[in-house]
């Protein structure tokens, strides 16, 4: 069975850094785009940032310069780094990733910006 498992999540100061880690396991055959989707309280679950296999990117305007998406295909894992966070990102975010033609989610995990 497919499995997501995301890490890094926390809480940091307005202006700081954090690194979100989702690494892939189980019978992977193939895996095409990985991305980063996140969800704030009572809102909808919004894109962050995608990566394509071969490394192409697409950000929401709200990460564009402060963010950035990376992927080793050896390890089947994404990153996400984000940099000037900001109190708006505050969210729950989740790893999706297409994996032997089935889209696959993550539990999430809690990331919180204080001001």
């Known amino acids: 069975q497919v499995q997501l498992v995301e890490s890094g999540g926390g809480l940091v100061q307005a202006g700081g850094s954090l690194r979100l880690s989702c690494a892939a396991s189980?019978?992977?055959?193939?895996?095409?785009?990985m991305g980063w989707y996140r969800q704030a309280p009572g809102k909808q679950r919004d894109l962050v940032a995608v990566?394509?296999?071969?490394?192409?990117?697409n950000y929401a305007d709200s990460g564009k310069g402060r963010f950035t998406i990376s992927r080793d295909n050896a390890k089947n894992t994404v990153l996400l780094q984000m940099n000037s966070l900001k109190p708006e990102d505050t969210a729950v975010y989740y790893c999706?990733?297409?994996?032997?033609?089935?889209?696959?989610w993550g539990r999430g995990t809690q990331v919180t910006v204080s001001s």
């Open positions: 999706n990733a297409f994996i032997n033609y089935n889209d696959y």
């Open positions: 189980g019978t992977i055959l193939s895996i095409n785009n």
């Open positions: 990566i394509t296999r071969g490394g192409s990117t």
